[in-house]
Antibody
Framework: EVQLVESGGVVVQPGGSLRLSCAAS????????MHWVRQAPGKGLEWVSL????????YYADSVKGRFTISRDNSKNSLYLQMNSLRTEDTALYYC???????????????WGKGTTVTVSS | VIWMTQSPSLLSASTGDRVTISCRMS??????LAWYQQKPGKAPELLIY???TLQSGVPSRFSGSGSGTDFTLTISCLQSEDFATYYC?????????FGQGTKVEIK
């Protein structure tokens, strides 16, 4: 069974840092583009970041550019999101998602984890 | 940035109804559009990709159409399990963007 399990979400103060993890199983992880998508409480979905199959290319939403860093460790079937200079508006449920079309980054997201909650509050 | 206008934001319908949700882009995106369904407390699920291709396992009552700037999601015969929120999403250019969502509620 294809599965994504996020972890690392906690309550953190504004200006703080946090690293989210996503453990993948049931598919050949290093064949696929991966994403982070977030959803603030009661709000819609916001795409956050993408990383290519080999980690060589990364893209970010303007709202997190320069503060967040996406990375992956294909030997551990794991995806990460390093979050620095956190703001109250970063409070959200963070989902890890798998690209549908293998190494092609221009594809929909076909498998999602259940998410991990990040709360930025003093 | 490609802006997306999804409408309506709220749709009240009955079981058995045919419903349509619209998504309009601020610029052309060919067919690089996906539709997702999200139920309360759950992660989104992919319904349609490439504007009109049904994801494996998705019932055939769901269909998508359009290209360029105007897209539509149609549910031909609404079932009880279809009451949820639906989002369109473009993956033509970065940053990828989602529509604001359409909540389909029981009339």
């Amino acid at each position: 069974e294809v599965q994504l399990v996020e972890s690392g979400g906690v309550v953190v103060q504004p200006g703080g840092s946090l690293r989210l993890s996503c453990a993948a199983s049931g598919f050949t992880f290093d064949d696929y583009t991966m994403h982070w998508v977030r959803q603030a409480p009661g709000k819609g979905l916001e795409w956050v970041s993408l990383i290519s199959w080999d980690g060589g290319s990364t893209y970010y939403a303007d709202s997190v550019k320069g503060r967040f860093t996406i990375s992956r460790d294909n030997s551990k079937n794991s995806l990460y999101l390093q979050m620095n200079s956190l703001r109250t508006e970063d409070t959200a449920l963070y989902y890890c998602a798998k690209g549908r079309s293998g190494s092609n980054p221009f594809s929909a997201m076909d498998v999602w984890g259940k998410g991990t909650t990040v709360t930025v509050s003093s | 940035v490609i802006w997306m206008t999804q409408s309506p934001s709220l749709l009240s319908a009955s079981t058995g109804d045919r419903v349509t949700i619209s998504c309009r882009m601020s610029q052309g995106i060919s067919s690089y559009l996906a539709w997702y369904q999200q139920k309360p407390g759950k992660a989104p699920e992919l319904l349609i990709y490439a504007a009109s291709t049904l994801q494996s396992g998705v019932p055939s009552r769901f269909s998508g159409s359009g290209s360029g700037t105007d897209f539509t999601l149609t549910i031909s015969c609404l079932q009880s399990e279809d009451f949820a929120t639906y989002y369109c999403q473009q993956y033509y250019s970065f940053p990828w963007t989602f529509g604001q969502g359409t909540k389909v509620e029981i009339k």
